[in-house]
């Protein structure tokens, strides 16, 4: 029933609509209207004021024909640059790039897939519950449109985000908490000639630190590592000053949290042992989550998968997504594999297969949850 002609055709308008994190207004307004047109009232809440974008998060409502259970779908629409001018190319069954840009289908393929869906099921007056859906702003670099949102203002218990890059029947049930730590290591400066007993080498404490570390993998569901490290200018003076930054992953947020400490305590330890300052600072970008595979959210996954003929499986994610914070917002999430192929880089790809299945992956949960 999903018309491929018309979901390939509405993906790469999307697509050549631009929509860099920040930035995203042209494509709310354009998706504001589609999402009129099938019946939804729409919203843009005030989260992009908040995080000086050039419009909100577009929250939008169907009501059910039948009671059933409210159901909430959700994609960004930011998206990573260079991921604007994009000019999409199709060659044997498979959108690219010209090259030159990102796709897009990170993460436009999933909000094409469930507006595909949601015109399929008006025009063959298949009965729906309650169909919420939100489209997030300021995802990418922090999951921030999320984390702006209201979540008092949905009535669906259970969400799915579209925005996985499996293959479609990939469920992602767990998704890592991450910490951002910021050190500043404050020595002291002497001529590196005349005085040297005089100064601290901040970047001395540093290499101390870092050398007591645990770091990269830490263990299958932890990891750590150093980014970026600064500080000194001239060989003859000591480095008053060394500036780190880190992150820490884990899919347990107590691991988590050990990690950190660990972390910061080799700072602490360093900094003491040279005489020098060092200000840390830690903070949770997102806690992890972990949905069990006995929960009805993936059970209704896997029916809707089975019903259109394609292998459900669930996984684990490396990264975070909105996932994260609609589940620390008392929603049941799971994030669906939609075919995104190589996202964030230029040889970003979608095979229309993925898309067309993500769209009846939509549909058969509409129907699911319209019973
Ligand atoms: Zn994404």
Known sequence: MINQERIVNAFLEYVQISSPTKFEGKFAAYITNELKSLGFSVVVDDAGEKLGCDTGNVIAKLKGTVEGSPILFSCHMDTVSPGENIKPIIKEGII???GTTILGGDDKAGIAAIIEAVKTIKENNIPHADIEISFSIFEEGGLHGAKNLDYSQFKAKHAFILDSGGEPGQVITR???????????IGRPAHAGVAPEEGISAIMVAAAAISKMNLL???????ANIGRIEGGSVTNIVAPEAIVKAESRSLDNDKLKKQSDHMVACFMEAAEAFGAKVECDVVRMYSAFHVDSEDAIV???F???ENIGIKPFTAPSGGGSDTNIFNANGLTA???GIGERKPHTLEEHLHIVDLVNASKLVMELIKLYAK
């Open 96 to 98: 690219y790039s010209d």
């Open 303 to 305: 029916e809707a998968c």
């Open 175 to 185: 998704g890592p908490a991450q910490d951002k730590l910021d050190f500043k290591v």
């Open 299 to 301: 059970k209704n996954v």
């Open 217 to 223: 993998r830490i263990d299958e569901e932890t990891t």
């Open 334 to 336: 799971v994030n669906l």
